[in-house]
């Protein structure tokens, strides 16, 4: 029966499975009705006063009608996450674009076209539900595909890899990176002692401190970031023959980035940056994308790669393994109440297809417990899978009554298997070939309480990282270790740190150890250390270009571009420049000295978005600067334009001035008279025969998201 159902349903026309999910949420969903009542459908009299014993006396207690709303206010909170608390989220759809019936008999991953519907959450790791969205942090890459055969939830992670190799320590380092328990600081931060005392005692964790000390701890949006599955699992085909597998989504936009002053700004500003601008980017129809990739390894080229893939601190590099693209991910709707499903949605790497199978990964093993005993506690108990935001769309069938918070309504005196009181069809008792199938693997060993030796080199990935990078991402890296280090008050700790650092790269260690008032790095040091393993495996590669953020150009489609003007601008070659951009999709904001409108050389009046009081650069991804002696006069007189342009210079953003605005640049010594203009910066003139070139240009410069050599930027002010 459950066959023919998949069969009948694979013929249906892509979209039905998604409107299907939808329609199943709506049958759920309450809007706002004429009448107040109570939660019993008992119409209410007065919503602004309780009963009271004379019009001044006490209130009663038998005021039920009070004593329901505050007992619901007082209850209205539940436990929140113990880590990727601060979540945001959406749905959306995944349509295959390449059959993998010789991988796996997963029924979505079965024919191109087919749309399986998902939610997806995104989050931050240390913060609560209340903290900014731009420290430098992991984030969450969760996706629940509600498909034809049950749930399957793909739990990941900004960064494909992590800090430790064993679930045993998962509780160590959340307790080491969260705020410190005596007083609760800092929030949403790894810049202090415990965090780095525990990963200065842990070399297995070197790998995963370069990726989250690079710009991927910062991303520029969620839109704007890769997604990964950290861990190995496998993909089960009809014959039983399995492949290791590791997921990639990469988004549409390109892989991008904030500045760390740019970041910590933009968290005082708006604290809410991420999650506002996937909220608006999906509200106002530009959905956004990722591409899903594959990398597929027999066994026996698993067995090659010099690095053991069931070791999380671990990545296949694409240039060893290409990623193979099977499919889109298009998140298309916003929730309708946070609470109900982005807080509410259990996601588990344990909710599995046929078809898609576990490897003996021991931190991958660890969370098929976490994951389900955090929710038991987060939900109020075993019947969480009955909320809506994540219930299947396949009929679900057991014997498991009761627990808090049941929503069904089980019929019947049965509540055992096998049975023949019910229609005695559940007897499974031949491990026959429905359902989910483990993968045969031959397992023969004695219980033993150890690391197997494959999982001791815990430097050379780390060290492909580095070598990998572009001169300013390993000046980022620097600046971050530097930063964090400077922050830990325990002067062994950064000195383990970069003792550990010496066995990655000399000259970084060497680099992060020169302000931080310590010695030199010691790798001596950090090999007599416990913890410290010998193994080092000779890499297949020196380097991995893969493994570095450095554009090469992109759409810049919901990019936005402050434009900044006051009286007098000349509106010629802006007008031109602003069309070019909104023909590929950026967005222009005016920007001034107030709100109203700007009146132009020629009269006309040009809107205001934002003052220069109320809005930063950093909300932005570019400015321009139209030209106008007027207008440059008025704007070189303004303290807080001129500090608009030069922060915007000083995070590497393309900038394009116009004419006389120019002068914002070279009075602070950014640019001279002569000679080529600094990288990312567009000189350019009024002459109408320039103007097209001129926007095609700045689009260009746009694409490549930031100009990090870009020369004196250390002289702007922070």
């Not at 809007?31 to 919503?47: H, I, Y």
């Not at 889109?328 to 790497?349: G, H, I, K, M």
């Not at 049965?414 to 429905?434: C, H, I, K, M, W």
């Amino acid at each position: 029966m459950a066959s023919s159902r998949t069969e009948g349903s694979r013929k249906s026309k892509a979209g039905d499975a998604v409107a299907n999910r939808q329609k199943q949420l709506e049958s759920f969903t309450q809007g706002p009705e004429s009448l107040l009542t109570t939660n019993q459908g008992v119409v209410l009299p007065d919503n602004h006063n309780s009963l009271k014993a004379g019009i001044r006396g006490p209130s009663l207690l038998e005021d039920f009608i009070l004593r329901e709303k505050i007992t619901h206010f007082g209850h209205e909170r539940i436990p929140e996450r113990v880590v990727y608390a601060r979540g945001a989220a959406a749905h959306g759809y995944f349509e295959l674009t390449r059959p993998l019936v010789e991988y796996t008999k997963a029924d979505f991953l079965q024919e191109v076209g087919s749309r399986t519907p998902v939610f997806v959450r995104f989050s931050s790791v240390i913060g609560s539900r209340g903290s900014a969205d731009t420290v430098r942090d992991v984030r969450g890459f969760a996706v629940k595909f509600y498909t034809r055969e049950g749930n399957y939830d793909l739990v990941g992670n900004n960064m494909p890899v992590f800090f430790i190799q064993d679930a045993m320590k998962f509780p160590d380092l959340v307790h080491a990176i969260k705020p410190e328990p005596h007083h609760e600081m800092p929030q949403a931060s790894s810049a202090h002692d415990t965090f780095w005392d525990f990963v200065s005692l842990m070399p297995e964790s070197s790998h995963m401190l370069m990726w989250l000390m690079s710009d991927r701890g910062i991303p520029r949006s969620y839109r704007m970031m890769e997604g990964f599955g950290v861990h190995t699992f496998r993909l089960v085909n009809a014959r039983g023959v399995s492949h290791f597998i590791k997921f990639h989504w990469r988004p549409k936009l390109g892989k991008h980035a904030l500045a760390w002053d740019e970041a910590q700004k933009i968290a005082g500003k708006d604290p809410d940056f991420h999650r506002r601008d996937l909220w608006d980017a999906i509200d106002r129809g530009d959905f956004p994308e990722w591409e899903l990739g594959l990398q597929l390894i027999d066994e026996d080229r698993a067995a090659k790669l010099g690095f053991d893939l069931l070791d999380a601190t671990k990545l296949v590099p694409e240039e060893l393994v290409p990623i193979l693209p099977v499919g889109r991910l298009v998140l298309n709707r916003n929730p309708d109440n946070y609470f109900s499903e982005t807080e509410q949605v259990a996601f588990n790497p344990g909710h599995l297809v046929p078809g898609i199978d576990l490897t003996n990964d021991p931190l991958l093993q660890g969370r098929l417990f976490s994951y389900t005993d955090t929710q038991l506690a987060r939900l109020g108990g075993p019947n969480y899978h009955e909320l809506p935001i994540n219930r299947p769309v396949c009929p679900m069938h057991n014997f498991q009554r009761g627990g808090m918070n049941r929503m069904t309504i089980p019929k019947g005196r049965v509540s055992y298997e096998p049975n023949t009181l019910a229609n005695g069809s559940e007897f499974r008792a031949d491990g026959g070939e429905q359902g989910f199938q483990s993968h045969a693997e031959a397992l023969e060993s004695p219980k033993i309480r150890r690391r197997s030796p494959s999982f001791d080199d815990h430097y050379s990935q780390a060290t492909l990282f580095w070598n990998s990078q572009s001169s300013w991402e390993k000046e980022h890296i620097t600046a971050a270790f530097q930063f964090e280090l400077s922050r830990v008050e325990t002067p062994a700790i950064r000195q383990r740190i970069v003792d550990n650092l010496a066995h990655v790269d000399a000259r970084l260690a060497r680099k992060v150890a020169e302000p931080l008032g310590i010695g030199p790095p010691d790798a001596k040091s950090a090999a007599g250390r416990a913890g410290y393993r010998e193994q080092r495996a000779k890499p297949l590669l020196e380097s991995a270009p893969s493994l570095s953020m450095e554009s090469q150009g992109g759409p810049i489609h919901t990019r936005r571009v402050a434009v900044v003007m006051a009286a007098g601008v000349e509106l010629g070659a802006y007008k031109v420049i602003q069309q070019a951009l909104a023909d590929v999709g950026a967005t222009t904001r005016v920007v001034a000295a107030h709100l109203g409108v700007v009146n132009s050389s020629s009269g006309q009046q040009v809107p205001v978005d934002y003052t220069f009081q109320t809005m930063s650069s950093v909300m932005f991804d570019a400015v321009l600067v139209p030209g106008g002696a007027t207008s440059a006069q008025a704007l070189l007189k303004d303290g807080d334009a001129v500090h608009f342009v030069l922060e915007a210079y000083k995070h590497c953003k393309p900038l394009c001035l116009i004419g006389e605005s120019a002068e914002i640049l070279r009075n602070a010594g950014l640019a001279g008279p002569d000679g080529p203009p600094p990288a990312g910066v567009l000189i350019g003139t009024n002459e109408p025969t320039t103007r097209l070139q001129m926007a095609q240009d700045f689009i260009a410069a746009i694409a490549r998201h930031r100009h990090w050599g870009r020369p004196l930027v250390e002289q702007v002010p922070a």
